[in-house]
């Protein structure tokens, strides 16, 4: 495994459309076990390909739980709305307050090419729609509803939201 660069928001490729994965192979598996040591040691709580420079639709996501690899997921169901602060590990010390689905299901594949879905609510749900947005090269700063001060915010509040 091996810790890969985070893109940052003055790279363009953020931008870019991610592509489908079509191959489940060692060089996959590969880049899902790099992107997970690369979240961890940010630290954040999710991950996308394009965030390392792969323009492929893979993401890691991790809010304590354990580690789910997201291949080619996309949101089949949303329902209610939340504001929570969100982060992200490719626009270092920005927060703001982002809108949300409250809770989605999630269809994606599984390193093996397996299919799945995820139901997800709180939390898990704001990290699956980020990192799901980050596909389509839509980065949180354009659904920000207002920026964050975090020495205004309690330590729990901004825990675990870098994405």
Avoid at 18 to 43: C, G, H, I
């Amino acid at each position: 495994m091996a810790i890969r660069n985070i893109r940052t928001e003055e790279d363009n490729i953020l931008r870019k459309k991610s592509r489908e994965v079509t191959k489940f192979d060692k060089r996959l598996n590969q880049l899902l076990d790099d992107m997970a040591e690369t979240m961890y040691a940010a630290p954040g709580i999710g991950l996308a390909g394009v965030q390392v420079g792969t323009l492929k639709r893979v993401a890691v996501i991790d809010i304590g739980e354990n580690l789910i690899e997201l291949i080619n997921g996309k949101v089949i169901k949303e329902e209610g709305t939340q504001v929570e602060i969100e982060g992200c590990l490719s626009i270092p010390d920005v927060y703001g307050k982002v809108e949300r689905p409250e809770k989605v299901t999630v269809s994606y594949l599984d390193r093996d090419g397996v299919h799945n879905e995820i139901y997800a609510e709180g939390l898990l749900a704001v990290a699956l729609s980020h990192e799901i947005d980050h596909f389509d090269g839509i980065l949180f700063r354009d659904k920000v509803i207002e920026y964050i001060d975090l020495e205004n915010v309690e330590d729990e509040e901004q825990e675990n939201q870098q994405l």
